[in-house]
């Protein structure tokens, strides 16, 4: 099965900075690649996805990137704010969906 | 639309028992599947279902079953709950239905079971 790490089970950034955020996979590269955000009690909400011949994907203030090569897929959230504090997770699609074990992200102001 | 809505929100319950897990989803969505969530553990696929009558196994399926009747529920059963349940849990949807991608997964709020 795949196997993936999320580095840094902690990111405590300053407001305003850009938070990065890692999502390294092996075995086979997948047909695509999620980042969910999950807060506290919740369950995960859909942010980007990237599929495994694009290179790079922005939404707002959130970019993706996606290195088949590296087997890796950076998330970066630029400007940070409180409010982006939360767990974020990365996933992937192969036969079946394979989840990290998530990044708990704190924007300190 | 209320989306993808789980009962019951929490449960406990003595080793042996059997419990069934609700999820419904509004969204007209084919594909549905639950997951666990541990500590350190990440989301794991416990079963998924591609559609009405056809479920298939994930990951971690042992000690549970699903059936899928209709497009609209999936209920997930323990069978004889043991102390390893204890997890949160959580259902997905994914489209195509009403106005979704096929790729995007929508999780349920989870069902946070105890078991003693």
């Known amino acids: 099965s795949q196997k993936i790490e999320q580095n840094s089970e902690a990111l405590n950034i300053q407001e305003g900075k850009t938070a990065t955020l890692t999502c390294n996979y092996t075995?086979?590269?997948?047909?695509?690649l999620q980042w969910y955000r999950q807060d506290p009690g919740r369950g995960p909400v859909f942010l980007l996805l990237?599929?495994?011949?694009?290179k790079e994907k922005r939404k707002e203030r959130l970019k993706v990137t996606f290195d088949t090569t590296l087997k890796q897929s950076l998330f970066h959230i630029t400007a940070s704010q409180p409010a982006d504090s939360a767990t974020y997770l990365c996933a992937l699609r192969g036969n079946q969906f394979y989840f990290g074990t998530g990044t708990s992200l704190t924007v300190i102001p | 639309n209320a989306g993808v809505t789980q009962t019951p929100k929490f449960q406990v319950l003595k080793t042996g028992q059997s419990m069934t897990l609700q999820c419904a989803q509004d969204?007209?969505?084919?594909?549905m599947s639950w997951y666990r969530q541990d500590p350190g553990m990440g989301l794991r696929l416990i079963h998924y279902s591609v559609g009405a009558g056809i479920t298939d196994q994930g990951e971690v399926p042992n000690g549970y079953n699903v059936s899928r009747s209709t497009t609209e529920d999936f209920p997930l059963r323990l069978l004889s709950a043991a102390p390893s349940q204890t997890s949160v849990y959580f259902c997905a949807s994914r489209g195509p239905g009403l106005a979704s991608s096929t790729d995007t997964q929508y999780f349920g709020p989870g069902t946070r079971l105890t078991v003693l």
């Open positions: 990237i599929r495994e011949n694009e």
């Open positions: 969204m007209n969505h084919e594909y």
């Open positions: 075995n086979y590269s997948p047909a695509y």
